[in-house]
């Protein structure tokens, strides 16, 4: 199978989002390292790295159009620690120029970060 690789800005897109769990505040940046695609197949290299001082879980990836064909979950994230991850997703249809990647974490807490391929 031949993969092009795209690289995302400069080799690396950071997100830092913040999740909220109950009361208390978590911090989870989420870089794409980078991406690969053939036809409506696009491969996400992720870097999940957590400051806080609890163990976070990444317990499923969701983008709207597309199944994750793919992944390697449950995703846990030990405090001051980073995570990498491969996630492949297929689209329905053409891979679109722009999306949104939703991560679930602990009981139910999303993050969302912007893609664009």
């Known amino acids: 199978m031949k993969r092009r690789a795209l690289v995302f800005g400069l080799v690396a897109w950071p997100f830092g989002v913040a999740a909220h769990s109950g009361h208390e505040e978590r911090d989870l940046a989420i870089e794409v390292i980078s991406s690969q695609r053939e036809g409506n197949e696009l491969l996400l290299s992720l870097a999940l790295t957590n400051s806080t001082d609890e163990t976070v879980t990444a317990t499923e990836f969701y983008v709207f159009g597309a199944r ?6 449950p995703l846990i994230i030990p405090a001051g620690g980073t995570k990498t991850t491969d996630v492949l997703f297929r689209f329905t249809t053409k891979i679109p120029d722009q999306f949104s990647l939703l991560i679930l974490v602990g009981q139910g807490e999303r993050i969302e970060i912007p893609i664009r391929p």
């Open 68 to 73: 994750v064909k793919e992944q390697s979950l």
